[in-house]
């Protein structure tokens, strides 16, 4: 039998297209995410803006070589020039007459947040229906610099995302004692989850719990408190069908010493890259069941599926 992802590959949503410190003012790059071609530059206001690739003259991409001028962006084969947030043609510097037709490129809807910059996507074109949140944990100070994790991942976001609603795998794959409590609710596009967990330490059990939030598949925010509150920022974005680019960033609560809050983010990351090795072979070779066979030690993978559909065209999920 053959495997098969009955999953339309490109969810509805806000998608991570670069950190806000990778883009600075005037600088232009050429990107490939959800299936597009596109181009992502910061103008002198400080805007970003995000454009389908393509000049709709002859062809050429304008994440190579296109200069911004202002708040426009001119193509480098033959200088026209575009309003970046219309994307309509305002300049065409050798023509007598502006071309009849008005050639305009796409735009896509972007926003900054969490040092991050997403744009959004909608399968039907309609724009946002909500916002990715700031965390204030991670803009109030006492947090450290994130250290982040680039992962490639062959599956689609769905199927990665469902293991945070997932007890059972903890305790196959991850090799945790027992199968952890969880619940998860859906609050609208937010999916919100939680798990208790004792920690053991040298001055003993310590009770702590992680928080999960979901918005989508494109943005999470867990934190994990207990023995040293750590915030993890996690985007997900589709490059091309089933294949994912995974970001993860941890942050550390500050405890006045550099060296165990470094000790601390590096045990995080050792961890987590350990867990996505684990998981990487089931994400990359299973099948996707809409109607799966469940037992009560599920968790909330019903209610994951449930809040999940919203993501696609009405009627894609059965
Ligand atoms: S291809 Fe862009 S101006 Fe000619
Ligand atoms: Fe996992």
Redesign the pocket.
């Known amino acids: 039998m053959k495997r098969l992802i009955d999953l339309p590959p490109h969810p509805n949503g806000w998608f991570r297209v670069c950190e806000s410190d990778e883009l600075t003012v005037g600088q232009v790059e050429p990107k490939h995410y959800m299936g597009h071609d596109l181009v992502l530059f910061r103008t002198e206001s400080g805007k970003v803006r995000v454009l389908d690739a393509f000049c709709p003259h002859l062809g050429a991409h304008l994440g190579h070589g296109g200069k911004v001028e202002g708040e426009d962006i001119r193509c480098p084969f033959h200088a026209w020039k575009f309003d970046s947030e219309t994307g309509e043609l305002n300049e065409v510097p050798y023509a007598k007459k502006m071309p009849p037709k008005k050639a305009c490129i796409n735009t896509w809807p972007v926003c900054e947040v969490n040092g991050i910059v997403f744009v959004w996507y909608d399968s039907e074109g309609r724009p946002p229906s909500w916002d990715i949140p700031e965390v204030p944990e991670i803009n109030s100070g006492e947090y450290t610099d994130p250290i982040k994790k680039t992962f490639v991942i062959k599956a689609h976001p769905q199927e990665m995302a469902e293991?945070l609603v997932d007890p059972a795998?903890?305790k196959y794959?991850?090799g945790n004692d027992t199968v952890p409590p969880a619940e998860a609710e859906a609050d609208g596009h937010i999916l919100k989850g939680k798990i208790d967990l004792t920690y053991t330490t040298p001055r003993g059990d310590v009770e702590g719990y992680v928080d999960v939030s979901a918005y989508g598949f494109g943005f999470g925010r867990t934190l994990f408190t207990g023995v040293v509150d750590t915030i993890v920022v996690i985007t997900g974005t589709v490059v091309e069908d089933f294949k994912q680019e995974v970001v993860i960033r941890f942050y550390v609560k500050k405890m006045g010493d550099e060296g165990a809050e470094q000790a601390v983010a590096q045990a995080f990351t050792d961890e987590v890259s350990k867990?996505f090795l684990?998981?990487q072979p089931i994400w990359e070779n299973k099948t996707y069941w809409h109607k799966p066979q469940l037992c009560d030690g599920d968790g909330s993978i019903a209610v994951f599926r449930r809040w999940s559909k919203q993501f696609y065209p009405e009627g894609s999920l059965q």
Do not use: A, L
């Open positions: 293991n795998h903890f794959i991850h867990q684990e998981d």
